[in-house]
């Protein structure tokens, strides 16, 4: 279940970092590039998880 759970929390991430990258303001845009690394982070743990069977 974790698995699923980092991946969906990923993809969330990843896009609200994407929404947030394409703002006019230079602060708000370094968020959304965090945001958007945090979101690959979480959807690569997810896969991690799924290879060893959540056991992570």
């Known amino acids: 279940m974790g698995e699923l759970v980092d991946k969906i929390k990923g ?3 990843e896009a609200i970092g ?5 703002s006019d303001n230079p602060e708000t845009r ?3 590039q965090a945001q958007e ?3 690959k ?7 991690i998880k799924g ?6």
């Open 11 to 13: 993809k969330v991430n």
């Open 30 to 32: 370094a968020e959304g």
């Open 41 to 47: 982070a979480q959807q690569a743990g997810g896969a």
């Open 37 to 39: 690394a945090k979101g």
């Open 18 to 22: 994407d929404v947030k990258q394409k």
């Open 51 to 56: 290879a060893l069977g959540d056991k992570v």
